[in-house]
């Protein structure tokens, strides 16, 4: 069955779908985008990922490309179309198509394309095991509160990770505190069992996760801070994970050459990530258009 991808209006085989050279996206990264989880035949937080969206693009003065109920149901029929029942589903919408020129074009349609990647189950080994963080600059804009198509640092920072083994790379200020993950965002628990977390703002992106995480944690109990944590704060703290859509709350182990506790994951971490996959089990199913 082919893949199927949602570009500027038609439904078209994924290997076919294309967009124009000159669209603004590919020129300048002038676009933003949601990666929306999609959990055996749930699509998680919707309504929180459209608002964000809504939030970027209205930042980036980037009109809307259709109404919200309009875009759940071609949302929907992505997912369809696909046949995808766990997977990501990503939205991009960018100001469109137009001779290059750095200045807004004077009248131009925003372009969107939708596309569904169905993925395994959320695998055991990372809760059981816990991943590796390398820390690294935090080089990138002093707008990382919009998810803007703009990456290049986030690419750079994964790859660097990757390339020492580790799993995922959390970037540190110029006063050394974690802002965030390369594509998710950073806590750590203290030993009293506080969790803590870099406050929304225009340092980070407010992950849809990270506020689920923070209503889940108050229903069982734990404080939360949100404020700035340092780097060796991290590496002596009790439990540490990072979260964000694909990951939920994934346990972190070792940060640099620090193994965190005892290098297992923690107990409150993995209370937390149980906790959220009931969350999403108790989501609404797909077809429903009440989020
Ligand atoms: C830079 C960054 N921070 C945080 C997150 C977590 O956001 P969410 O929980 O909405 O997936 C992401 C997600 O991709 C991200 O790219």
């Known amino acids: 069955m082919p893949r199927i991808a949602y570009v500027n209006g038609a439904y078209i085989p994924?290997?076919?779908?294309?967009?124009?050279?000159?669209?603004?996206?590919?020129q300048f990264s002038d676009g933003a985008y949601e990666v929306v989880n999609t959990y055996r035949g749930r699509l998680i937080d919707e309504l929180r990922h459209l608002q964000r969206l809504d939030r970027s693009l209205s930042e980036l003065s980037i009109a809307s490309p259709m109404a919200q109920q309009a875009m759940r149901l071609v949302m929907r029929e992505v997912v369809r179309r696909n046949r995808?029942?766990?997977?990501?589903?990503?939205?991009?919408?960018?100001?469109g198509v137009a001779p290059r020129d750095h200045k807004f074009p004077r009248s131009i349609k925003p372009a969107m394309v939708m596309t569904a990647r169905s993925i395994p189950e959320f695998p055991q080994e990372m809760v059981d095991d816990g991943v590796k963080i390398l820390t690294i600059a935090d080089i990138?804009?002093?707008?990382c509160d919009i998810k803007s198509v703009a990456l290049l640092p986030n690419i750079l920072a994964k790859q660097a990770a990757a390339e020492t083994g580790a799993y995922e790379a959390w970037l540190v200020d110029e006063c050394d505190y974690v802002t965030e993950g390369s594509s998710s965002n950073a806590w750590i628990v203290t030993v009293d069992n506080i969790l803590v977390t870099q406050p929304t703002g225009r340092r980070i992106l407010a992950g849809i996760t990270r506020q689920a995480i923070i209503s889940l944690a108050g229903e069982?109990?734990?404080?939360?801070?949100?404020?700035?944590?340092?780097?060796?704060?991290?590496?002596q703290a009790k439990?540490?994970?990072?979260?964000?859509?694909?990951?939920?709350?994934?346990?972190?182990?070792q940060i640099d050459d620090a193994v965190i506790a005892n290098g297992k994951p923690g107990n409150l971490t993995i209370e937390l990530h149980q906790r959220y996959v009931r969350f999403m089990?108790?989501?609404?199913?797909?077809d429903s258009l009440m989020g």
């Open 140 to 143: 990138r804009w002093a707008r």
């Open 14 to 26: 994924h290997r076919y779908a294309s967009v124009h050279i000159e669209d603004r996206g590919y």
């Open 281 to 286: 089990e108790e989501s609404a199913p797909i």
């Open 84 to 95: 995808m029942t766990t997977g990501l589903l990503y939205i991009q919408v960018t100001r």
């Open 220 to 235: 069982l109990g734990y404080t939360v801070e949100e404020r700035p944590f340092t780097v060796t704060e991290a590496y």
């Open 239 to 253: 439990e540490a994970f990072m979260s964000n859509s694909s990951h939920f709350v994934t346990p972190v182990t």
